[in-house]
């Protein structure tokens, strides 16, 4: 197949689906469709926050599904939060150190290259799919209303995973890496991580067989596809001896991108469509929408990471259909937003009393920016000025950080107290984890992306020298550091919260059960 033709079929794969997106609205098919929508919820529940008494028969069905993710869900919570710690200290040095280079330079593994790469994979391989795959397992048996089978090979698979991460991170910290960001764990290491998210993705099967509804949600399938395709994308990148050269970048940035898209999205957006109708009581406006925005960023995500090769020494087709596939991407894009408005329309006073709320809808609204702004990023004319600049160091964090990392602090806000048996000890605390996690990630997002656009502004002026574009963003370094300090604030307090609860310090739910054994306090 020679180029034009390449370019022609993603051209017309995109106008047919911008064509079927708009034939299914004037159809009526963006309309609420309360059979699959409603599979969520149990009788008497729609049209009140998910807070109050079942009928006995859900309540059991219920407690029984809670009680069969305790153990794994548990773990690998506490797991992220450890995690979450550890990513923001190295985060928060690997900041300092942009701007002042010789702060702590008296140790190798503290230098900005091992300190940066230690930030990236303890959130990557940490922090981001322990709470997204411990979320995940905690949702399965109540969306399929029925126990979590197999359990035991999610606690394996966590173990398994954490023990990987840590020999990982020890080899970065000594000087061996692999040398590829996002993929620098040896593959001798790396390859149990494909191995620990196979086995955590057994209990889905299992727990699949046994399932006692007619329907499979929208969060079962991007569940589904998340553990289906993270071992897939793992191998092929890791393979050692498969990929050299030019085409290992090219892998290299097919997985980069892909792990965010493939992975940490369709998880993401599996906890939004759930938590989202059960807190405010209503199911999703159109189950349809969500269903075409399941199907487009599965067909069409698969190739845009090409778009971080423009000027490399690449085939110019491999970036332009990567180019192409960005620009398509608006499409499950719009589907979402639209869905997460209206499904939203009138309930926003709901936003004054549920963290959880406030945490998924603000999540739900950076994934909404992250990607038209990444899709307008993949533009040439764009990715001139931004390329090489801290501009795409902001856009990174706006996916994995406003998107991801918002909605799973929004998710375990309301897992955690069905996991443990109690409530959150001190709501304050909660209210101050927003506030400076969000007010944290402006002034970060906001200083690097004003000082990235003037970087690369410096850097296309033949008239201005180099070190002209470095200094110019010392300022707008610091304020990243600035905002990092607040952000890793708001996570202390949320690791302390945490741990309040699983030390049992929060007083007891009403009607709960002991779902996990554990020390209580008197």
């Not at 993270?230 to 890791?238: E, G, N």
């Not at 992306?449 to 110019?472: C, H, K, N, Y």
């Not at 963003?473 to 304020?479: D, N």
């Amino acid at each position: 197949m020679n180029t034009a033709t390449l370019l022609l079929s993603s051209f017309l794969l995109a106008v047919t689906a911008l064509l079927v997106f708009i034939w299914s609205l004037r159809k009526g098919l963006a309309e609420p469709d309360p059979e699959a929508a409603r599979v969520i919820f149990e009788p008497g529940e729609i049209g009140q926050r998910d807070l109050g008494p079942l009928p006995p028969r859900a309540e059991d069905i219920r407690l029984a599904a809670d009680r069969s993710t305790a153990r794994p869900v548990l773990l690998m919570l506490v797991f992220a939060v450890a995690w979450l710690l550890v990513a923001s200290w190295a985060g928060l040095t690997s900041s300092i150190k942009l701007h002042a280079p010789d702060w702590a330079a008296g140790s190798a593994w503290l230098s900005f290259g091992r300190i940066r790469t230690l930030h990236l994979n303890a959130v990557a391989y940490g922090w981001a799919p322990m709470a997204s795959l411990g979320i995940a397992l905690w949702m399965l048996p109540r969306l399929l209303r029925t126990e979590l089978v197999g359990a035991g090979y999610a606690v394996a698979g966590a173990i398994l995973w954490n023990l990987a991460l840590l020999a990982g991170l020890v080899c970065i910290a000594l000087g061996i890496s692999d040398g590829m960001e996002w993929l620098e764990i040896p593959w001798q290491i790396g390859l149990l991580f494909a191995l620990s998210g196979a086995l955590v993705a057994v209990p889905m099967l299992l727990t699949l067989r046994n399932r006692r509804v007619g329907h499979l949600y929208v969060s079962v399938w991007y569940i589904g596809a998340a553990l289906f395709w993270f071992p897939v994308l793992y191998v092929v990148a890791k393979w050692p001896g498969l990929h050299f050269g030019v085409e290992a970048a090219t892998m290299n940035w097919w997985f980069g991108h892909n792990v965010l898209g493939l992975f940490y999205t369709p998880l993401s957006l599996a906890a939004i469509y759930y938590f989202l109708p059960k807190v405010i009581g209503r199911p999703v406006q159109s189950y349809n929408l969500s269903l075409v925005g399941f199907w487009c960023l599965a067909f069409f995500y698969g190739q845009v990471g090409g778009h971080h090769l423009i000027g490399g020494p690449v085939p110019e087709w491999l970036v332009t259909l990567s180019i192409v596939q960005s620009m398509m991407m608006v499409v499950p894009v719009l589907a979402f937003t639209v869905n997460q408005h209206l499904t939203m329309r009138g309930h926003f006073a709901v936003l004054n009393h549920s963290p959880t709320l406030r945490f998924v809808v603000l999540g739900g609204m950076m994934y909404t920016l992250s990607s038209v702004q990444g899709s307008f990023e993949a533009l040439r004319s764009i990715n001139t000025v931004t390329h090489f600049t801290h501009f795409t160091v902001a856009h990174a964090h706006l996916g994995l950080y406003g998107f991801v990392t918002m909605v799973m602090f929004g998710a375990i806000y309301f897992a955690l107290p069905r996991v443990v048996g109690r409530e959150w000890p001190w709501p304050r605390l909660v209210s101050a984890h927003f506030w400076l996690v969000m007010g944290g990630f402006a002034v970060y997002f906001t200083a690097l992306t004003v000082g990235g656009w003037l970087q690369g502004l410096a850097m296309l002026d033949a008239s201005r020298p180099f070190i002209e574009s470095v200094q110019l963003t010392i300022p707008w370094l610091q304020g990243r550091t600035v905002g990092g300090s607040i952000m890793t604030l708001g996570h202390v307090v949320f690791a302390l919260h945490v741990g309040a609860m699983v030390l049992g310090l929060g007083p007891r739910r009403e009607g709960a059960v002991d779902l996990y054994p554990l020390p209580r306090s008197a």
